[in-house]
């Protein structure tokens, strides 16, 4: 089942439960609320222990609740990161990241990422919303200019998929439209070069659903995603790929953050030296050259 599809019955699912929870009764109601308070003391319970407990052992992260990091992240990024069938976050920059916060000595409960816009990460960062974002967010000078970046983890291309094989080049996309996530990278090359008409979208797959329905003539993504998309709709092709090795992907952090910047930087290096980098890198790109300064030296 892919993921829309199981979506939709995730959906079904949770409307059929609706339709149940109004024939309940009153008793049932009752039982219910008993049910939330307890939940609400012990809930309650757990936070001032862990509160205790991280106050103990300080903040010296300074995140925002010392006993997790809160992740901002995108939900349909495939393969880098993406929501499964049950809603969980995967993908490569998840594993890599949940990797690199076990090394800091958080559990994967202690790691919780949420799912927003990309044109809302960086601003939540900025504003504390965050500890960090992780969605192969590219290191750029102006997008330093309000948050810091680890060190890189990632490096490749950004991608046009079509239907349309003439979409090969800049020019070739006058008189077209083509699609790109607000506030990417993409966006910036985009309304630079290309020649056809802009269109943003929120996310990939409304700008996937809209190419599918011939709203726009290509989508503009980051390489890997393209590749899972053409995998996934016989139709498309990748037309076209600009390189963006100068912009490698990092994790995101305040600025000023540096303790856990450098926290950060510290577990990633030892995940690129101990070979648990490439072995994710093999998973998740499965076919895609891997660059040596990320690779365990020899
Ligand atoms: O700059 C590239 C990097 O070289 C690698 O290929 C991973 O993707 C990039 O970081 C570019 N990513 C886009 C950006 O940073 C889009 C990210 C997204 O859609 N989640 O704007």
Redesign the pocket.
Known sequence: MDESSSGVASRLRLSMRGEDMQTNSSRRRLIKCGLAATVALVTGFGTLVASTQSKAAGNPYNLIDPSVISVGT?GD?KP?VFTDANGNFTGFDAELFRDVARRLGFKDEQVVFTGQE?SALLPSVASGRFDVAV????TTAERKKTVDFSDGY?????SIISADPALTSNESTAGKRIGV?Q????EIYAEKNLKGDIVKFPDNNTAVAALNNGTIDGHF???ESAKQYVERYKNLKITMNVP??D???GFVVKKGNDAFREALNKALHEAMDDGTWKRLHEKWFPGTPMPDQYLPKK
């Open positions: 995108m990024a880098y990309f969605a192969a967010i590219g990632l490096a490749g291309y950004l996530i506030g990417t990278l993409q993504t980051d390489y963006s090795f912009a490698p992907a």
